[in-house]
């Protein structure tokens, strides 16, 4: 992190001249602060479900999501509906033992996994309307990654993340790369 970073950052998203431009520049930024995938998204408040998204996750990976309903079971999700500022997952936790454990929570935590989407964090931020949000999903090989709470590069991830959800919500529910 260098000295200029924060206005670096805004730099890269205020000089892009359309929305291609600002989801390569949050990739980008998204990247330098140790995420190696990135999903914002816009919500209605209190509905549980993903009606605008941008990805950088694989079409695979999205195609699976959406077809086994795994937003019905999504921690993240769930979370920033019901209104938490934030949310983070370890893929690859939950006890097959736990009968609290669903068979589509169990696959989605295995196949988030599977599919190297090993943590995620979510940010929730304000949206364009009373009733709508916006969602920023950070996705790194392990926790550590953001680094530690507390430190600078952790703040940055965050300062990061709420940049990104402000700035890169796709102008498009199918847009994909």
């Given at each position: 992190m260098h000295k200029n970073f924060t206005i670096d950052c805004v730099d890269q998203i205020a000089g892009a001249k359309d929305a291609a431009e600002v989801w390569q520049a949050s990739k980008n930024i998204a990247a330098s602060v140790g995420a190696h995938s990135l999903?914002?998204?816009?919500?209605?408040?209190?509905?549980?479900?993903?009606?605008?998204?941008?990805?950088?996750?694989?079409?695979?990976?999205?195609d699976e999501y959406v077809g086994a309903d795994y937003a019905s079971v999504d921690p993240l999700l769930k979370a920033v509906v019901e209104g938490q500022r934030t949310a983070s997952v370890l893929s690859g936790q939950l006890d097959l033992?736990?009968?609290?454990?669903?068979?589509?929570?169990?696959?989605?935590?295995?196949n988030l996994k599977a599919a190297g989407y090993n943590y995620l964090t979510t940010g929730r931020y304000i949206g364009q309307t009373a009733s709508t949000f916006r969602g920023c999903t950070m996705i790194a090989d392990s926790e550590t990654d953001f680094g530690k709470a507390g430190s600078r590069q952790h703040y940055a991830m965050e300062f990061v993340r709420g940049l990104i959800a402000r700035s890169a919500t796709g102008p498009s529910a199918d847009n994909r790369d």
């Open positions: 999903v914002t998204a816009e919500f209605h408040t209190g509905i549980q479900q993903l009606p605008r998204k941008q990805p950088s996750m694989s079409e695979a990976w999205i033992r736990d009968e609290k454990n669903s068979k589509l929570d169990l696959d989605l935590d295995h």
